[in-house]
């Protein structure tokens, strides 16, 4: 059974940092690209980051560029979103999602094959 279970959303002040994790279980982790999305609400799903396979090459949106990292470990499963210096505008629910790596699109969300259930964060002034 695939799944992909994300943890560690939370409630923060402006300016704080939070980090998530995505453990994927069922399939062949390290032979899938990872994307990281979000939906705040009212909101349609957006991009936030994706990472390859390996680790080697890493995207974000323009919006979150130089605040949040992302890597992974493929020995325990899991990838990271480290969210830094966290704005208001970050709130919503982050999904993880995984794409065998021959079909991956970066930010192409019709391309993902699995989803977590997501995480909410919620950043507070």
């Known amino acids: 059974q695939v799944q992909l279970v994300e943890s560690g959303g939370g409630e923060v002040p402006t300016g704080g940092s939070l980090r998530l994790s995505c453990v994927g279980s069922?399939?062949?982790?390290?032979?899938?690209?990872v994307g990281w999305f979000r939906q705040a609400p009212g909101k349609e799903r957006e991009f936030v980051s994706s990472?390859?396979?390996?680790?080697?090459?890493?995207y974000y949106a323009n919006s979150v560029k130089g605040r949040f990292t992302t890597s992974r470990d493929n020995a325990n499963r899991v990838v990271y979103l480290e969210m830094d210096s966290l704005k208001r505008e970050d709130t919503g629910v982050y999904y993880c999602?995984?794409?065998?790596?021959?079909?991956?699109?970066?930010?192409?969300?019709?391309?993902?094959?699995?989803w977590g259930q997501g995480t909410q964060v919620t950043v507070s002034s």
């Open positions: 069922g399939f062949t982790f390290s032979h899938y690209s």
């Open positions: 990472i390859s396979w390996s680790g080697g090459a890493v």
């Open positions: 999602a995984a794409v065998d790596a021959s079909r991956w699109h970066v930010e192409a969300q019709d391309k993902y094959e699995h």
